[in-house]
Every structure is written in structure tokens, then in C-alpha cells.
């Protein structure tokens, strides 16, 4: 694992002075609607240059303290298909410990802007409120051997082994910021 974080962040170096990671979508969606919905979903724009992100999230089944959380890279090519990372992972045990690296980049990203950053359980609805992207944009550019082309991170929910929400993140890499 740390040999590919290694090798990602080489490849990301020499990718990122030349590219622009821009959001262009956010979806939302409910599995399992007497366990979870959303009421807010959306990436909103500002102005040219700043956008951030608002989720809200209705949880009717507190407290929860069994989540398990898979996250998987898409590329677009004729349809998004996996590209580099599809793991699944134990989100309380995460949350706890904060061992691993790519995770806790993501994490890092929002957690001053949630109501997600503390161990479980979750006895409250869950909130994002103004993620500006712009930081997103510069910490993941470090990491991932990006192409221009258009990506996303698909995230599944899963509270004691049922999948409650989908969350899909879309961006776009282009040579430069529009
Ligand atoms: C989600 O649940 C809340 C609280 O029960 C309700 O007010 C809202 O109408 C629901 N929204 C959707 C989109 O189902
Ligand atoms: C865009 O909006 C942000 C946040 O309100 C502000 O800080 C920034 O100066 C604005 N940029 C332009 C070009 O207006
Ligand atoms: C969690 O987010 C709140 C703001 O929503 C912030 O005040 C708090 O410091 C954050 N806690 C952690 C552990 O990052
Ligand atoms: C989470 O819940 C599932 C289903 O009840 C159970 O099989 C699993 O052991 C639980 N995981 C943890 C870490 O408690």
C-alpha cells in the first residue's frame, strides 16, 4: 500500500502543474428510504472560480454505529468503469484509529465542514455544509495519476451489511481552470 501511495504521488507531481480538477456533479441517492434520505444534494456555484458542496442527510434509525463504507475510482471511456482504487473498509474502525493514508486524505478534505468528523456512533442527521472544492481540488492532484478526461468516486453506505446510499462525486480533469 505505501508503495503505491509512493508511486501515485510521483505520477501525481508530474500530472497536477499541468492539470485543473473542476466538480461537475453530485448524486445522492437512498437505498434503503426508512433507514435514510437526503434533502439537500448539490454542488453550487459562486462565481467562476468557487463552488462547494451541500449534503443534507436525514438518518431515521439512530443511534448507528456499524458502517461500512466502499469507495470506487471511476474514469469515463464509453461509460465509467474502475480505474485504480475499489475498496471497502470499516468506517467506525477508521474513524477511530485514522490509519489509513488515501482514506484520511479524503477525510481530511471535509471534516471541518461535517458533522461526520467524530467516531460513531451517528445518533443525528449528517451535514455538509459549504465544502468548498477548491482545497479538494489541490490535495487530490497529489495523489492520483490523473488524465485530462472525466472521473468520479462512487461511495455505497452500508449501516449492519445493507447498502442505505449511494453518493457519486464526478470531476473533471482539463490543462486548465474554467
Ligand atoms: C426526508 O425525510 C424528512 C424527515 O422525515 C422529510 O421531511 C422529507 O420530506 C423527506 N424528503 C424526501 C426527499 O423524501
Ligand atoms: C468568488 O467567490 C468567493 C467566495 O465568495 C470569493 O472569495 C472570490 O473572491 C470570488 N471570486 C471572484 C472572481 O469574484
Ligand atoms: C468537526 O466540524 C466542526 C464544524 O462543523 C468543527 O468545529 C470541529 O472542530 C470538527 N471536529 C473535528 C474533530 O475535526
Ligand atoms: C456490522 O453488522 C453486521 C450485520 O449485523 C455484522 O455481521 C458485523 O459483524 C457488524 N460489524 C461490526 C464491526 O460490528
Not at 465509467?80 to 477525510?107: E, G, M, R, W
Not at 449511494?166 to 474554467?178: A, E, G, K, L, M
Request: net charge positive; proline share 3%; hydrophobic share 40%.
Amino acid at each position: 500500500m505505501r508503495m503505491f501511495l509512493y508511486i501515485l504521488t510521483i505520477l501525481g507531481l508530474l500530472t497536477t502543474t499541468l492539470s485543473h480538477v473542476t466538480f461537475t456533479n453530485l448524486k445522492c441517492s437512498s437505498k434503503d428510504v426508512k433507514f435514510v434520505n437526503f434533502t439537500k444534494c448539490y454542488i453550487k456555484a459562486v462565481n467562476r472560480t468557487h463552488k462547494y458542496v451541500d449534503i443534507y442527510s436525514n438518518l431515521f434509525q439512530t443511534p448507528v454505529d456499524n458502517v461500512t463504507l466502499t469507495l470506487k475510482f471511476m474514469r469515463h471511456d464509453h461509460g465509467y468503469k474502475p480505474f485504480f482504487i475499489d475498496v471497502t473498509f470499516n468506517a467506525c474502525k477508521f474513524l477511530k484509529n485514522q490509519k489509513h493514508p488515501l482514506i484520511k486524505l479524503l477525510y481530511d478534505t471535509y471534516k471541518d465542514s461535517s458533522n461526520i468528523n467524530h467516531t460513531c456512533p451517528y445518533n443525528h442527521d449528517i451535514i455538509v455544509d459549504h465544502l468548498w472544492t477548491g482545497n479538494i481540488d489541490s490535495n487530490f492532484g497529489k495523489y492520483m495519476p490523473m488524465l485530462n478526461g472525466d472521473y468520479a468516486i462512487f461511495t455505497e453506505w452500508s449501516a449492519y451489511n445493507i447498502v442505505r446510499a449511494v453518493v457519486n462525486v464526478y470531476i473533471r480533469i482539463s490543462d486548465r481552470q474554467n
